[in-house]
């Protein structure tokens, strides 16, 4: 089973960076896409950014484009979500989740990680 553990998040102003990082455990992670979701307050879940373990391919919401990046790290089983030019409407709790390649939802889960940004 895989499992998730997130840290980084925080509280930044607006304009500013922040990472937040997952570290995976588990085995056969070639088999899995890994994502990171947020959810604010009174907000659906939203999908901001996942990576294809293996090939490393990326997808970043539109929302978020061109401010945040995905990245993985296979040696250290480390997802990042790198955020630059925050925004106060990227205030949330953030997930890191992971599924099987071709499942549609998300089955594995962390704790998630607050990230508040100051206006």
């Known amino acids: 089973q895989v499992q998730l553990v997130e840290s980084g998040g925080g509280l930044v102003q607006a304009g500013g960076s922040l990472r937040v990082s997952c570290a995976v455990s588990?085995?056969?992670?070639?088999?899995?896409?890994m994502g990171w979701l947020r959810q604010a307050p009174g907000k659906e879940r939203e999908v901001v950014a996942a990576?294809?373990?293996?090939?490393?391919?990326?997808y970043i919401a539109d929302s978020v484009k061109g401010r945040f990046t995905i990245s993985r790290d296979d040696a250290k089983k480390m997802v990042y979500l790198q955020m630059y030019s925050l925004k106060s409407e990227d205030t949330a709790v953030y997930y890191c989740?992971?599924?099987?390649?071709?499942?549609?939802?998300?089955?594995?889960w962390g704790q998630g990680t607050q990230v508040t940004v100051s206006s």
């Open positions: 990576i294809t373990w293996s090939e490393g391919r990326t």
């Open positions: 989740a992971a599924k099987s390649r071709g499942a549609s939802e998300y089955h594995r």
């Open positions: 588990g085995d056969r992670l070639i088999n899995y896409v």
